[in-house]
């Protein structure tokens, strides 16, 4: 998550920080107060600690094998939507589970 906040610093020119939050903590301050539905928040806390285990920390060919171009980086992502990311007034906060 680290090599993700140096692209979003780069993309936004701005000093973005990785902050290490326990799961739990995560979970109570960014997903409870949503009213999510149960499957929903399910689907978060699932997707949040395969990334906090590195199962997407990977680089495949599968998205220009099926769109005929290359995935798009998160710089790029960043870059294109800055007026979005620029928005924000609270910090965003992942987590990694140990």
């Known amino acids: 998550m680290y090599g993700v906040a140096a692209e979003y610093s780069t993309a936004l020119g701005l000093t973005t920080r990785y902050v290490d939050v326990p799961f739990a903590q995560w979970c109570d301050q960014e997903l409870r107060g949503r ?3 149960q499957h929903l928040f399910e689907h978060f806390s699932t997707m949040a600690r395969l990334h906090a285990d590195n199962r997407y920390d990977r680089l495949t060919h599968d998205v ?3 769109t005929g171009r290359p995935g798009t980086t998160i710089r790029d992502f ?3 939507r800055k007026e979005v990311f620029e928005k924000q007034t609270l910090p965003l906060v992942d987590s990694t589970i140990r």
């Open 78 to 80: 960043v870059t294109r």
């Open 64 to 66: 220009e094998t099926v």
């Open 35 to 37: 009213n999510l539905s």
